[in-house]
Antibody
Framework: QVQLVESGGGLVKPGGSLRLSCALS????????MGWIRQTPGGGLEWLSY????????NYAASVKGRFTTSKDSAKNSLFLQMNSLRADDTAVYYC???????????WGQGTLVTVSS | DVVMTQSPLSLPVTLGQPASISCRSS???????????LNWVHQRPGQSPRRLIY???NRDSGVPDRISGSGSGTDFTLKISRVEAEDVGVYYC?????????FGQGTKVEIK
């Protein structure tokens, strides 16, 4: 059974930083992509980024480009999201996503809540 | 960015009756590899989203055949032939052809 378990969320002040992690099990992610999606308190979903495997190609949404960095440790089947210069509108539940083809968004984690507030 | 517009946004349905959700994209969704990356995900209350349909009409394992996806170009539809209690929640369409990949606003399905 495929499992994605996110961790690292919490309360942070505006301008602060946070690092999210995602551990993947039950699925062999050879040469596969992984990504991050967030869901705002109002329910809207937003793709933030994805990262490839061998060449570690990355792509970011404009709203997080230059502030967030996605990385992965393929040997440990883990995905990370380094979030800097956090703002109130970054408050959301953050999901990691993967699958045989990232565009199909097959597998989702249970999410981790990030709250940016003073 | 590609805008995904769903309708209706709220869908009260009677158990056993059919339901249909429309999703329209502001651009065509055929990718250079010939595939159309249009997915449907379902989020039950208190749970994370779960994919139901990928590439327009491919059902995920465990998804009942009373749930189907169809469409092409810029118009797509999710249909439930007979609504059951487990179908409540919010349904989102999602395109992954043009970056940034984008979602519809969501359609909340509830039982009358």
């Amino acid at each position: 059974q495929v499992q994605l378990v996110e961790s690292g969320g919490g309360l942070v002040k505006p301008g602060g930083s946070l690092r999210l992690s995602c551990a993947l099990s039950g699925f062999t992610c050879n040469d596969c992509y992984m990504g991050w999606i967030r869901q705002t308190p109002g329910g809207g979903l937003e793709w933030l980024s994805y990262i490839g495997d061998r060449r570690l190609y990355t792509n970011y949404a404009a709203s997080v480009k230059g502030r967030f960095t996605t990385s992965k440790d393929s040997a440990k089947n883990s995905l990370f999201l380094q979030m800097n210069s956090l703002r109130a509108d970054d408050t959301a539940v953050y999901y990691c996503v993967t699958g045989p083809q990232i565009r199909d968004a097959a597998y989702w984690g249970q999410g981790t809540l990030v709250t940016v507030s003073s | 960015d590609v805008v995904m517009t769903q309708s209706p946004l709220s869908l009260p349905v009677t158990l056993g009756q059919p339901a249909s959700i429309s999703c329209r994209s502001s651009q065509g969704l055929v990718y250079s590899d010939g595939n159309t990356y249009l997915n449907w995900v379902h989020q039950r209350p208190g749970q994370s989203p779960r994919r139901l349909i990928y590439k327009v009409s491919n059902r995920d394992s465990g998804v009942p055949d009373r749930i189907s996806g169809s469409g092409s170009g810029t118009d797509f539809t999710l249909k439930i032939s007979r609504v059951e209690a487990e179908d409540v929640g919010v349904y989102y369409c999602m395109q992954a052809t043009h970056w940034p990949w984008t979602f519809g606003q969501g359609t909340k399905v509830e039982i009358k």
